[in-house]
């Protein structure tokens, strides 16, 4: 059974398109979290949601918009998409808001032509 | 903003070998936490740390939280070729919410 799942895997994409991430936890944990993957491998904090509620939200082009249905999805919108924004995203949850240890989805791999 | 120094960057080892690589940070944590990645999947979590001074085993790895709350060790004994990958710490500071702050990773790679 998938934890943590993201769709899609793989994201090929034009500059300038407008794209949609998925994510989905079967934990049961009501905390999720966005992060970004660079080329060097270096792992940032984007967004983190409590129970739908936006908590953190680091210093992110206002083009990325997170959006959190319900506990268990987070989905991440990226408008007028930009060739550095050519990354591995990752989705993870954790129970709880603090200290608690986070778990994390097989990420989505955007490549921006 | 904060920044997690892990060293070293990169490892070339032996089969059989023990492996040890740290994490040091600027600032105070009061977690730490240690990931594994393989190429293409995502983090999976390690070994968690919560209190200073904290020893804990999962197998062949052994993780430290430093006295200080400002670093934490990470040893793997007789190294296999399936624990190639990258280790990432991860820190949590307080007052931070859940928010954490990763290293820059160890790429470990392992001869037969």
């Known amino acids: 059974d998938t934890a943590v799942s993201q769709t899609p895997k793989y994201l090929v994409t034009q500059m300038g398109n407008d794209k949609s991430i998925k994510c989905e936890q079967n934990l049961g944990h009501d905390t999720m979290y966005w992060y970004k993957q660079d080329s060097k491998k270096f792992l940032k904090i984007m967004f983190s949601y409590n129970n739908k509620e936006l908590i953190i939200n680091e210093t992110v082009p206002n083009r990325f918009s997170p959006k959190s249905p319900d506990k268990a999805h987070l989905n991440l919108h990226i408008n007028s998409l930009e060739l550095g924004d050519s990354a591995v995203y990752f989705c993870a949850s954790s129970q709880g808001a603090s200290g608690k240890t986070q778990y994390f989805g097989p990420g989505t791999r955007l490549l921006v032509l | 903003g904060q920044q997690l120094n892990q060293s070293p960057q990169s490892m070339f080892i032996q089969e059989g070998e023990d492996v040890s690589m740290n994490c040091t940070s600027s600032s105070i944590f009061n977690t730490w936490l240690w990931y594994k990645q393989d190429p293409g999947e995502g983090p999976v979590l390690l070994i968690a740390?919560?209190?200073?001074?904290e020893l804990t085993s999962n197998g062949r790895l052994t993780a430290q939280f430093g006295i200080t709350r400002k670093d934490s060790f990470l040893n793997i004994s007789a190294s296999i070729p399936s624990d190639v990958g990258i280790y990432f710490c991860?820190?949590?500071?307080?007052?931070?919410?859940?928010?954490?702050?990763f290293g820059t990773g160890t790429q470990l790679k392992v001869e037969l």
């Open positions: 740390l919560y209190k200073a001074g």
């Open positions: 991860a820190g949590q500071s307080p007052g931070g919410g859940n928010k954490l702050t």
